[in-house]
């Protein structure tokens, strides 16, 4: 874990999460911090509205955020932004909960989970639209077109419930195959997928970045397949916040999503600017690999290019969930997503 740490943080929504711990804090977070994060936020004399933000994990994938800080869009909407790391989805999501964050970003399906368990997680913008994975080989060259011609060969991946391996197996079975025999899959430690592709060991690694980029700059992989492509919209990062919160400070949550959804356009109008924001937000990564791994995502549609949440994003999310038994996933759409601060922000964006 600590290498994946060292090259800018595992992508939200490779893991299954260790949740299950975590979960049992949900329904008492939910009580005995209500009201703990409804407190009017300080604002300091020159105007500025002091907001804390807990990010799940730094990671690349995050990209929109660091540009809005970097191109000063908070600043801007008179936010001073207190950005922290977590250290996972469920610890920037308790962060909220417990009232130390307004607001956190990571899986959107913390959210889901809080409202079934009596809580009043809310969504309110989308920050990563696809799934991050990539089938990497060091001796196949020749893409993929088909998951059909994954049969005969050796995949790596994350154990299962990860996601990785999930989205693995589903294409395997989309494709009319069986993934316990007519593919061989075997499993490393999270991050470590690719090591046993470049050893010879295995033909193919379902990877994410920046370790997909590392292995084509530094060891000459390619990159076979894209997941991205293939499944398409996927909520797989949101910004979170207490409904009872949000309800209390709209002008604040309005400014901080149009803060995002400013740095989302950007990212796609100024994607050298987007590359620079990530060598300064990750120096221990090679610049190379840090601008090849954010042309990647872009050209993946990676990141949000704009920040309102996709109703079939959504439902892929939730279809996940139920498959990896995170969630019932059955909150309606419109009690879960409040799209209308990301809509406003969208719109006043248009034509500029």
């Known amino acids: 874990m600590s290498l994946w740490r060292m090259l800018g943080g595992a992508p939200h929504g490779a893991l299954h999460r260790p949740w299950l711990a975590a979960l049992a804090l949900v329904p008492a977070l939910a009580l005995t911090a209500c009201g703990a994060g409804d407190a009017p936020p300080a604002t300091s004399a020159d105007g500025m509205t002091r907001v804390s ?50 607001f956190a970003l990571g899986d959107a399906t913390l959210s889901e989970i809080s409202r079934e368990k009596g809580g009043d997680g809310l969504v309110l913008a989308e ?17 993929f077109t088909n ?20 989205v693995l197996t589903n294409s395997i079975k989309q494709a ?56 398409g919209e996927f909520t797989n990062t949101g910004l979170q916040a207490r409904e009872s919160y949000v309800r209390a400070n709209p002008e604040v949550t309005q400014k901080v ?30 610049p190379a690999v840090v601008d090849a791994a954010i042309q990647r995502q872009i050209d993946n549609h990676i990141p949000a290019s704009s920040t309102p949440v996709s109703q079939q994003g959504w439902n892929t999310l939730m279809t ?31 034509g500029q």
């Not at 990563?128 to 020749?142: D, E, H, L, W």
């Open 127 to 143: 920050l990563v639209s696809r799934a991050q994975y990539f089938a990497v080989s060091k001796k196949i060259s020749t893409p």
């Open 176 to 231: 009319g195959l069986d993934p316990t025999k007519d593919v061989h899959i075997t499993t490393v430690s999270p991050g470590t997928e690719i090591g046993p592709v470049l050893a010879g060991q295995a033909d193919v690694a379902v990877a994410y970045e920046p370790n997909v980029d590392m292995a084509v700059q530094q060891d000459g992989a390619h990159v076979l397949y894209s997941w991205a492509d293939a499944i």
């Open 53 to 102: 933000l807990s990010e799940a994990v730094h990671n690349l994938g995050y990209i929109d955020l660091y540009v809005a800080q970097h191109e000063g869009y908070f600043r801007q909407q008179g936010i001073t932004l207190d950005l922290s790391a977590a250290g996972g989805d469920s610890q920037a999501f308790a962060a909220v909960l417990g009232g130390s964050a307004q």
């Open 257 to 286: 999503v149009n803060a995002l959804e400013m740095g989302a356009q950007h990212v796609y109008q100024h994607p050298d600017d987007a590359k620079a924001v990530a060598r300064q937000e990750f120096p221990n990564l090679p």
């Open 320 to 350: 996940l969930g139920r498959q990896l038994g995170n969630c019932s996933c059955t909150v309606p759409f419109g009690q879960i997503v409040d799209n209308s601060f990301a809509q406003k922000a969208q719109s006043s964006m248009t």
């Open 147 to 166: 998951p059909k011609q994954f049969a005969g060969l050796t995949f790596v991946t994350s154990p299962p419930p990860n996601t990785n391996h999930s």
